[in-house]
Each structure stands twice: as structure tokens, then as C-alpha cells.
């Protein structure tokens, strides 16, 4: 079995409205094992840092100004072809067309606030595992 990791992140929304933990209860149940976790409030200069390659999109300063709004819960996830499965697992980025059980579709609010972060390449997976945990933070 190739096991990899990849990064989520419940967004400050869905953490808000205390869904942090039923979230990381169905990030288990969906067979990831969570490798390091940190709950934190993002200043607007480490939110704007995590998106910038959304820097030119016409929703990067609403996405920073949500992501700042209150906190977020990182984690870095393990399971085979995580990247993949955790995509597929949390549903589309609009809750609405979200398969249903998904954890979009049950704890997110629209596409702004569709609940989780969750990276799309295995690339991308270790560049924002980095930006929140040192090697010392993962187990």
C-alpha cells in the first residue's frame, strides 16, 4: 500500500459553528489517520502567503477576509493516494452540488464557506503541510 499525505483545513466558518470536531470524526471515519493538527487564527499576512496563487483571482480578498474572520483547524492527513481521496471525499466546492454525506455538502454554507480546504496535488499537499507544521509537529 503507497500511503501519502495531504493538508486540510477547516475554515474558520465551519469551526465558528463548532463543527471542528464531527468534521475530524468524519475525516476518521473515512480512513485518513491525522499526522500532525493545530487549531490557530491566521493573520491576514499568512492568509494572503497560504493563497497567493489565487492572488490575481477576483475572490482573493474575500477569500483572506474569510480566512481571517475567526479560526481554523489544520491538519496534515495520511491514507493511500490521499491527495485524490480526500478531494473526492469532502465533495465539490459548492456544497449545493456536493454528493451527499460529503463533508461539504453536510457542514459547509456556499462556496466561500464550503467547510474544508483540501490540497489539490501531491505537490501542493507538502507545500501547505509545511507552512503550518515543522517536521518535529508531525507523527
Do not use: C, W
Amino acid at each position: 500500500m503507497n500511503k501519502n499525505l495531504t493538508f486540510t483545513m477547516i475554515k474558520p466558518a465551519a469551526v465558528l459553528d463548532g463543527h471542528s470536531g464531527a468534521i475530524l470524526a468524519k475525516i476518521a471515519e473515512g480512513g485518513f489517520t491525522i499526522k500532525a493538527l493545530r487549531m490557530q487564527r491566521l493573520s491576514k499576512e499568512q492568509a494572503e502567503a497560504f493563497y497567493i496563487i489565487h492572488k490575481e483571482r477576483p475572490f482573493y480578498a474575500s477569500l483572506v477576509e474569510s480566512m481571517t474572520s475567526g479560526p481554523i483547524v489544520a491538519a496534515i492527513l495520511e491514507k493511500e493516494n490521499a491527495v485524490l481521496a480526500y478531494r473526492e471525499y469532502i465533495g465539490a466546492t459548492n456544497p449545493a452540488e456536493a454528493k451527499d454525506g460529503s463533508i461539504r455538502k453536510l457542514y459547509g454554507k456556499s462556496i466561500g464557506d464550503n467547510a474544508v480546504h483540501g490540497s489539490d496535488s501531491d505537490e501542493n499537499a507538502a507545500i501547505e503541510a509545511d507552512f503550518f507544521f515543522s517536521g518535529m509537529e508531525r507523527f
